[in-house]
């Protein structure tokens, strides 16, 4: 069973004195149970708000949303005990400790409090957990954030920008900490990011959105398949004289800062042969591996 | 043999919190509120100083002090009776004048109270009792109108009520239980207040009372009175709340309540005096006065002989209530379903 479900979906925002905006166009969203799902897209690509229409806050013109198996809005109650959530900023009372506004919700869900406990550890927030919230730096209250998302143990986990505001050491442990959520068997990650290298580094699948729309989707290895360059770069004694020899065998060749950058190669191993023949001998050859983020500008460029 | 094939293990999913859940953390999250406890501890800090100026204003009446005041009220009818016969003996009064039009009648020490001469005066629990009650009830509902404003308020201003939302997704049930706190808590501070009341009067009474015995029906006016001063604390916290849950804001629902109170019921008392009865003041006011509010409204219209003509009514507890009731439920009601509709943003 999909933990997410986006059929058809569309919303759009009436805008006084200006034409309506149109958020979600539409979109269709699959997200399988278990691992990590990133969710990628340039600012107002629609990815906010469709975290909101699944989780309810707003309600779409058209489509049909599951999450956990169950409609949206109507069969939300049944599975939102299962489905933790930090979307943009993380939302909490200024005045009250940390601890106090997990101790909130989790009398909300009802949860033990040791939950909370455990949960201030995760993110090692339990020194600081007695401190007004409105006291927390960014990276701590964005910690906070997540430890709310955690609370209920859930097993569907939306994350949006969840390394907001953290330091470099923060974003590793948050990293960590998604990467383990997502091997556990149990819970489903969507991790909504504008980092590229984030996505790249936890998520097993993909869904980039532009537009309202999901333009690409599976898993990342494939998505960067298919936006594979073919491009190759190799290191030679002799950098002119091994262009000019693949120049003149048909190849495209660009210097680079050590070496030269061969375009569109279909075959590497060519390469090598055309070289030897003219006693160049390669000292390195490095097929120029596609990365998310030529993937992601190639795939959410406007339309010409 | 056969196989026994047992389908693919999905996990369960679980359900949002259960309604208690939510009454009770939404009743933590108003207790925990800072001002609210800040604005509670001004009203304790309130109610001692009007009980201890009371006790320095009031002084019981003793044997002694009334054998004093007694012997004033004496010396002032014998005062009053010495100059009524200067007057009488005046050669100059016109004949054809009755003399007690000119000089006044004879002055009995009937015709003045003890309590005039006695200073300070004795707390009196039959004559001012209710009317302290009135007036407890009036601050009350301020004191309650803010809470459920900043209640709400803080809410909205810290997005809470839209992280509330990833918890129990029912909108009608998140308001229904902020609703059922707020409404609890303000009628318990209603109650709390007219309790406080109750005891200076009291304090009041015994330690610088009267004496006088109270009349009969009195206690049964008094606590139908300290009720409706409960009643009118609860409707004035849910009105702070509705309002304030309307505009999202607390600092704005109270310059729309200012701008009502000060600028609108002004200017209809002055322009369309024959709406006065329909006010929210004036029914707040009528729902707790014992016997209702007695307006008199002068109106533009003239009668035959070019005197204003003036309409008494009376604003019975019972209008005071309904009216009152009716508002504050439209004002809530409107805020729940404009947020149950709306998206959440």
């Known amino acids: 069973m999909p933990a997410v479900e986006m059929h058809a979906v569309t919303k759009t925002y009436a805008r006084r004195g200006k034409s309506p905006q149109k958020a979600l166009d539409d979109l269709e969203l699959v997200v399988e149970s278990g691992g990590v799902h990133g969710f990628l897209g340039p600012n107002g690509s629609g990815k906010t708000t469709s975290i909101r229409v699944l989780l309810g806050l707003i309600r779409p013109d058209a489509g049909e949303v599951r999450l956990l198996g169950r409609p949206v809005p109507s069969g939300l109650p049944d599975v939102i005990g299962s489905v933790g959530a930090l979307v943009e900023t993380p939302l909490f009372f200024p005045g009250f400790s940390g601890r106090r506004n997990l101790q909130l919700l989790a009398e909300t869900a009802g949860l033990p409090r040791t939950r909370v406990e455990e949960v201030l550890e995760t993110v090692e927030l339990r020194d600081r957990a007695d401190d007004r919230f409105k006291g927390y730096s960014l990276g701590m209250k964005q910690r906070l954030g997540i430890a709310a998302a955690l609370l209920k143990s859930p097993q569907l986990l939306i994350l949006d920008e969840p390394s907001n505001g953290l330091d470099p050491a923060g974003i590793r442990d948050v990293r960590e900490l998604i990467r383990r959520l997502g091997q556990d068997g149990s819970t489903t990650v969507l991790l909504s990011s504008h980092l590229l290298t984030e996505i790249e580094q936890v998520a097993d699948h993909v869904s980039i959105m532009a537009r309202g729309r999901c333009i690409a989707t599976g898993p990342v290895h494939k998505v960067l398949a298919g936006r594979s360059t073919g491009d190759v770069r190799i290191r030679v004694p002799d950098r002119a004289a091994a262009a000019a020899v693949l120049t003149a065998a048909g190849y495209a060749v660009s210097p680079t800062a050590d070496g030269l950058l061969v375009s569109a190669v279909p075959a590497p191993g060519e390469i090598t042969r055309v070289l030897a023949e003219h006693g160049h001998y390669l000292e390195e050859l490095t097929p120029v591996a596609a990365d998310l983020e030529s993937a992601f500008l190639a795939l959410t460029a406007e339309p010409a | ?345």
């Open chain 2, 1 to 345: 043999m056969s196989a026994v094939l047992t389908p693919p293990s999905v996990p369960t999913t679980a359900p949002a919190g259960r309604f208690g859940g939510l009454l009770r953390a939404e009743t933590h999250r108003l207790r925990a509120r800072r001002f609210i406890q800040v604005l509670l501890g001004l009203a304790v800090l309130a109610w001692i100083a009007v009980t201890a100026l009371g006790l320095l204003n009031y002084e019981k009446a003793t044997p002694e002090r009334l054998a004093a005041a007694q012997a004033q009220l004496q010396e002032q009818v014998e005062q009053n009776e010495i100059g009524r016969q200067q007057c009488l003996t005046d050669p100059s009064l016109p004949p054809d004048v009755p003399v007690d039009q000119l000089c006044g009648p004879p002055m009995t020490a009937e015709d003045m109270e003890l309590s005039w001469f006695l200073d300070p005066t004795p707390y009196s629990l039959s004559e001012e009792g209710p009317g302290g009650a009135v007036s407890i009830a009036a601050a009350t509902a301020v004191l309650t109108f803010l809470i459920g404003a900043t209640f709400v308020g803080a809410e909205w201003s810290s997005r809470s009520m839209v992280a509330l939302l990833f918890w129990e997704t029912r909108r009608p049930r998140v308001m229904g239980a902020k609703i059922a706190v707020v409404a609890v808590a303000t009628l318990l501070v209603g109650v709390a207040t007219q309790l406080a009341w109750l005891a200076t009067a009291g304090i009041w009474q015994a330690v610088a009372g009267d004496g006088v015995p109270l009349p009969d029906g009195f206690w049964s006016e008094m606590l139908a009175t300290h009720g409706r001063g409960a009643l009118l604390a609860l409707f004035a916290g849910l009105l702070g709340f509705g309002l304030t849950n309307l505009v999202r804001n607390t600092g704005a629902a109270l310059g729309v309540g200012f701008v009502y109170f000060a600028v609108v019921e002004s200017a209809i008392s002055g322009f369309r005096p024959t709406w006065q009865p329909w006010l929210l003041t004036t029914n707040a006011a009528g729902l707790v006065v014992p016997g209702g509010l007695e307006l008199t409204i002068y109106t533009d219209e003239i009668d035959t002989q070019g005197n204003s003509v003036v309409i008494e009514h009376l604003v019975t507890n019972l209008q005071g209530g309904i009216v009152m009731g009716v508002v504050t439920a439209v004002v809530v009601g409107v805020g729940v379903v404009l947020f149950s509709r709306r998206d959440a943003q």
